[in-house]
């Protein structure tokens, strides 16, 4: 069965870290670019940083310097380190992998900056 499960999303307030976990299962994540989503309330889904299979990354904007993401392939894991989190980091994040047409989602996991 092929799934990814998202991780590490909580409540955590301004300023703080939070890593979130992307773990697959069924398949074999090395070959697929791997990319986090977010959307918060009454906005829509956005694009906040993907890399590749041979490691090029990419990040929105407004998390620039703030977030990273990485692989583990050994681990078939993504990860996004997320730090110095803002209010308007609020979202549901999940991970995308992708690979020539064949596209897997997680659920997502909740994302709360808040005092």
């Known amino acids: 069965q092929v799934q990814l499960v998202e991780s590490g999303g909580g409540l955590v307030q301004p300023g703080g870290s939070l890593r979130l976990s992307c773990a697959a299962s069924?398949?074999?994540?090395?070959?697929?670019?791997m990319s986090w989503y977010r959307q918060a309330p009454g906005k829509e889904r956005e694009l906040v940083a993907s890399?590749?299979?041979?490691?090029?990354?990419n990040y929105a904007d407004s998390v620039k310097v703030r977030f990273t993401i990485s692989r583990d392939n050994a681990r078939n894991t993504a990860y996004l380190q997320m730090n110095s989190l803002k209010p308007e980091d609020t979202a549901v994040y999940c991970c995308?992998?992708?690979?020539?047409?064949?596209?897997?989602w997680g659920k997502g996991t909740l994302v709360t900056v808040s005092s």
């Open positions: 890399i590749t299979a041979g490691g090029r990354t």
């Open positions: 069924g398949f074999t994540l090395s070959s697929y670019t």
């Open positions: 995308k992998a992708w690979w020539y047409g064949v596209e897997y």
